[in-house]
C-alpha cells in the first residue's frame, strides 16, 4: 500500500517537501489506514503530519466512542489532533449531503492540505452513483485526486489492500454502525451492487477507478480547449463536446453551479431560438437572456408598478426621472416632448395593444421595440406617458400624434439615473 501511495504521489504531485498534510481520520478502517501510512512515509516525504476529527453528533455515544478513540490514537504517536463538532441535520439534498457539507466545511478551514482517505473502491462506487444519477464525462471521472487544498492520495488503493495493511501493523480502527445499513444509495450499491460486478471481475474497483482517473485527464483536455464567451453565434459554431462545456462555464460564471445535462440543454435551446429576446429561468433568481447575438446574465426582474405624474412635478420610473410642467412651447424629441392631456398623467410599462404615431405612421410598442433591437427584459423599463384615454408619448420616440392638441398642453421631461 505504502508503494501503491508513493506512486501515485509521483504522477499527481500531491506533496512536496516542507507541506504540513493534515489527515482527515473518522476511525474507520480507510482512515487509519491513511493515517498510519502517512506517519510511516512522513520523513521520506518530508512532510509535517497531522490529524483533524470532525463529530457530525449523528450516532449518540457511538460518535463520541469515535472521537475518543481519534484522538487517544493521536495522542500515543505525538501526531497533532484537531477537532471540532457539529450537529448535522438533513438539508435539501439529505443528511449524507448535509455530513458532508459541514465535513469539508471544516477541514477546508484548517492550514495545509487536507488528506482523505478515499479508495479506488469509493472511487468506483462514485462512478455508479454518477451513472445512476446521469452524468457526462466529467462524472465519470469520479472523484479527484486533488481538490483545491484537499487530495486523496489512495486513490489506487483497494479496500482489500487497506484491511491487509491495517492487520499487517495491527492498527486498530472503529465500526461505523450506519456503513452496515441500507439507508443511503452509497451502501446500497456497495452491499448490493458491487458484489455482483466483483463476481464478474475481481478487479472491478481498480479497473473502474483507473479508468475514471484517464477520463479525468481527458475531460481536462476538453476543458482546456474551450473558450469563454457569450456570443450566440460562436456557441454555434463550436462542436458540441467544446459548446457544452463552454454553456456549463457560462452557467457557473452566472452562479448556477454544476450545471447538469437538462440545464446545457435549456441553453442550448435559447441559442437554436427564432426569438432574439428569449429567457431561460434557473434556481437562485438567476435568468439568462438572450439579446439577439448575446446571451446576458440577469435576475429575475420585476415589472415597475405605474406612478402618478403631478403637474407640475416629477417621478422615477426604474432608470428614469420624469418630470412635468405647463408647455411654454411645443416640442417633439425623444427624450423632451409636449403632450396634451385630459386627466391625471401616469408613468407605466407597455402593455399588450399599446400603439403609437409619429408622422410616417402607426405601430404597435411591440413591434417598435423588436424593430429597434430592443431586448425584451429592457422594454417593461421603458417609460410610457399615458393618461386615462391611452399613450401620451414614449420615453426614446417622442409624442403619440395620434392624440392631437384637445388638453392642458404639458411638456414631459425624461432624463437617465
Not at 465535513?103 to 478551514?109: I, Q, V
Request: glycine share 8%; net charge positive.
Amino acid at each position: 500500500m505504502l508503494n501503491k501511495i508513493l506512486a501515485f504521489n509521483r504522477e499527481y504531485a500531491l506533496f512536496s517537501p516542507g507541506d504540513r498534510v493534515i489527515c482527515a481520520v473518522s476511525g474507520g478502517a480507510d482512515s487509519m489506514a491513511l493515517l498510519w501510512g502517512m506517519y510511516m512515509l512522513r520523513e521520506k516525504l518530508g512532510i509535517i503530519l497531522e490529524c483533524a476529527h470532525f463529530n457530525h453528533r449523528l450516532r449518540g455515544a457511538e460518535s463520541e466512542r469515535d472521537s475518543a478513540f481519534v484522538r487517544q490514537f493521536c495522542a500515543d504517536y505525538h501526531i497533532p489532533f484537531h477537532y471540532s463538532a457539529a450537529q448535522v441535520v438533513a438539508g435539501e439534498k439529505g443528511l449524507e449531503a448535509a455530513a458532508r457539507d459541514a465535513r469539508y466545511a471544516y477541514l477546508r478551514s484548517l492550514p495545509g492540505k487536507i488528506a482523505t482517505a478515499h479508495t479506488a473502491d469509493d472511487n468506483a462506487e462514485t462512478v455508479l452513483m454518477h451513472l445512476l444519477r446521469g452524468t457526462g464525462l466529467k462524472g465519470l471521472g469520479g472523484i479527484a485526486p486533488q481538490s483545491g487544498n484537499v487530495i486523496r492520495p489512495m486513490l489506487s488503493v483497494t479496500r482489500q489492500e487497506v484491511l491487509a495493511f491495517l492487520e499487517e501493523y495491527s492498527i486498530p480502527y472503529v465500526e461505523d454502525s450506519s456503513n452496515s445499513t441500507d439507508d443511503f444509495l452509497r451502501n446500497r450499491l456497495r452491499h448490493n451492487v458491487v458484489p455482483i460486478l466483483r463476481a464478474e471481475n475481481p478487479k472491478f474497483a481498480p479497473n473502474v477507478s483507473q479508468m475514471a482517473l484517464r477520463l479525468r485527464q481527458d475531460e481536462a483536455c476538453l476543458q482546456a480547449q474551450t473558450p469563454k464567451t457569450a456570443s450566440v453565434s460562436h456557441f454555434a459554431d463550436m462542436a458540441p463536446a467544446i459548446r457544452a462545456r463552454a454553456i456549463a462555464a457560462f452557467l457557473e460564471d452566472a452562479g448556477v453551479k454544476d450545471a447538469g445535462a437538462q440545464q446545457i440543454a435549456s441553453v442550448e435551446g435559447l441559442l437554436a431560438s427564432k426569438k432574439p429576446s428569449a429567457s431561460v429561468s434557473f434556481p437562485g433568481n438567476v435568468v439568462i437572456r438572450r439579446e439577439y447575438d448575446s446571451l446576458k446574465i440577469g435576475a429575475a426582474a420585476s415589472l415597475p408598478e405605474p406612478v402618478r405624474l403631478p403637474c407640475p412635478g416629477s417621478v422615477t420610473f426604474g432608470n428614469w426621472r420624469i418630470s412635468a410642467r405647463i408647455a411654454e412651447e411645443e416640442c417633439n424629441a425623444k427624450y423632451r416632448f409636449t403632450v396634451y392631456t385630459q386627466g391625471d398623467i401616469y408613468v407605466r410599462s407597455k402593455t399588450s395593444g399599446d400603439r403609437i404615431t409619429f408622422a410616417f405612421g402607426t405601430k404597435s410598442l411591440k413591434k417598435l421595440f423588436i424593430d429597434d433591437k430592443i431586448p425584451a427584459a429592457q422594454r417593461p423599463q421603458i417609460p410610457v406617458i399615458a393618461d386615462e384615454k391611452g399613450i401620451l408619448g414614449v420615453c426614446g420616440y417622442g409624442a403619440d400624434l395620434q392624440r392631437g392638441k384637445n388638453g392642458v398642453p404639458v411638456e414631459i421631461s425624461i432624463v437617465a439615473l
